[in-house]
């Protein structure tokens, strides 16, 4: 049965990882405390942190880990309908320490290998796109669905009662501010009136009329004698 280089690396290095388990929690106390004093210094003196080196009491097993992936691995005459696996080769080494670089990585990988089976299933004539009216079981039941539901609306409608009285709150407060303008525009009105009544009569005073009266009451009595004639 033939194996793929590339999954007896991987088996091999996943033993490797598994046997240094106990040594990497072990020094899980020291790298805390290393951690919390990194913290507290600037981040010009910090360096890159150093993948721990394989223990070296770890077993490389070769012969247990070939009859494992032979016990799990696939038979090479297996239709790749059974499997659906594709392998996507990297164009270039990536940054495993960069973030940026390897997430982007793994989304190029996800996307390429997205395509190639979409156009394998094409070739094949195989159908792999859910129908228009294909309705799947649900998962939980009715009863349970219909209490979620109802959270929801009274969350919602929770959030729809906050929000009227927020916008009747500030309704009020813009009503009293107008109120108020309004009354301040009453008051300024009336103090104007005033200064022009009072203006009115001082120039009435130093136009000859006394106390700011005129003769108005003689000219109704010249008015009245005249209707009696």
């Given at each position: 049965m033939g194996l793929r280089s590339k999954d007896l690396s991987l088996l091999q290095s996943e033993k490797v990882v598994e046997d240094n388990v106990d040594d990497v929690m072990g020094d899980y106390s020291e790298e805390e405390d290393s951690e919390s004093e990194s913290e507290?210094?600037?981040?010009?003196?910090?360096?890159?942190?150093?993948?721990?080196?394989?223990?070296?009491?770890?077993v490389y097993n070769r012969e247990g880990l070939v009859e494992k992936l032979e016990d799990i691995g696939w038979p090479e005459n297996v239709d790749w309908m059974h499997k659906l696996s594709l392998d996507i080769d990297q164009e270039k080494e990536v940054d495993v320490n960069d973030d940026l670089a390897r997430e982007l990585a793994f989304y190029t990988q996800a996307l390429e290998g997205t395509r190639a089976a979409f156009d394998k299933f094409q070739s094949m004539g195989l159908p792999f796109l859910r129908p228009p009216d294909y309705y799947a079981e649900m998962v939980k039941t009715d009863a349970h669905m219909q209490k979620v539901k109802g959270k929801l609306l009274a969350q919602k409608?929770?959030?729809?009662?906050?929000?009227?009285?927020?916008?009747?709150?500030?309704?009020?407060?813009?009503?009293?501010?107008?109120?108020?303008?309004?009354?301040?525009?009453?008051?300024?009105?009336?103090?104007?009136?005033?200064?022009?009544?009072?203006?009115?009569?001082?120039?009435?005073?130093?136009?000859?009329?006394?106390?700011?009266?005129?003769?108005?009451?003689?000219?109704?009595?010249?008015?009245?004698?005249?209707?009696?004639?």
């Open positions: 507290s210094e600037s981040e010009s003196d910090q360096e890159d942190v150093k993948l721990a080196e394989p223990s070296k009491t770890a409608r929770q959030i729809e009662e906050s929000e009227e009285r927020r916008k009747a709150r500030e309704a009020k407060r813009i009503a009293k501010e107008v109120q108020a303008e309004k009354l301040k525009e009453r008051a300024k009105q009336k103090k104007q009136e005033i200064e022009e009544v009072k203006k009115w009569r001082k120039q009435r005073q130093q136009s000859g009329f006394k106390d700011g009266k005129d003769s108005m009451p003689e000219r109704r009595k010249r008015s009245r004698g005249d209707v009696s004639r």
